[in-house]
């Protein structure tokens, strides 16, 4: 039984050693003469040089819901060595920059790339009304 319970206990430290890891991993940009670093907040919000950008249109998993890590690593390996563009739309009620991404290795936003591969959901964000989201 006293096994059982440490390897419980292993089992979610490593899970929050891991959490810690994905939401604190800088993620280096590809402007070559640009030190900034993007912090991946959640799947659906970043940091980039001191401003918090949420995307416009989608929802991602919060932090305590099923699918959180991956849609967060999906959007780091989307911003990961790319440059990107931000659309701004506004601010919302948390004084975060409302926007569209959009990289050089996509044909769409970024936004749309976290919906059509399965790791958002397309939700009316701010004064946005997505209808031409699709």
């Known amino acids: 039984m006293k096994q059982i319970q440490v390897w419980i206990v292993c089992v979610l430290i490593l899970a929050f050693i891991i ?3 994905i939401v604190y991993l800088p993620v280096k940009q590809a402007t070559e003469d640009d030190d900034s ?8 919000t970043f940091e980039y040089q001191e401003e918090i950008i949420r995307l416009l249109c989608i929802d991602t998993p919060e932090r305590d819901e099923e699918g959180y890590e991956e849609a ?3 959007l780091s390996s989307l ?5 990107f563009s931000i659309e701004r739309h506004g601010y919302d009620k948390y004084n ?3 926007a569209y991404v959009f990289t050089e290795n996509l044909n769409t936003s970024v936004n749309e790339e976290l919906v059509d591969q399965g790791y958002a959901q397309i ?3 701010g004064n946005e009304s997505c209808t031409s989201f699709y």
């Open 72 to 74: 967060s690593l999906f």
């Open 37 to 44: 670093r993007v912090r991946v907040i959640d799947g659906d």
């Open 123 to 125: 939700f009316p964000y």
């Open 19 to 21: 959490t810690i890891g």
């Open 96 to 98: 975060r920059t409302l």
């Open 79 to 83: 911003l990961q060595d790319a440059e």
